[in-house]
């Protein structure tokens, strides 16, 4: 199965794994690199949205 996700800047790939793999981590999900196919629903959940509450994290920091 291809992966259609693009990043507006390719060279942020690296960062933006750390970045996920930093997020299940805190949320207690084990990632491995590469495909994760065995992860529910709850689980891939449960990253993104950890991801973007850091996100949101990090905008309200720089609006101070």
């Known amino acids: 199965m291809k992966n259609n996700n693009q ?3 390719p060279q942020a ?5 750390k970045f996920k ?3 299940a981590s805190e949320v207690g ?3 491995t690199n590469g495909y994760n196919g065995h992860l529910t629903s709850r689980e891939a959940g449960s ?5 973007v509450k ?3 994290e990090a905008y309200e920091q720089g609006m101070q």
């Open 47 to 51: 990253v993104g949205g950890q991801m």
């Open 54 to 56: 850091k996100m949101i």
């Open 7 to 9: 990043l507006n800047i």
């Open 29 to 31: 999900v084990n990632l």
């Open 21 to 23: 793999m930093q997020a």
């Open 13 to 17: 790939r690296e960062a933006m794994d």
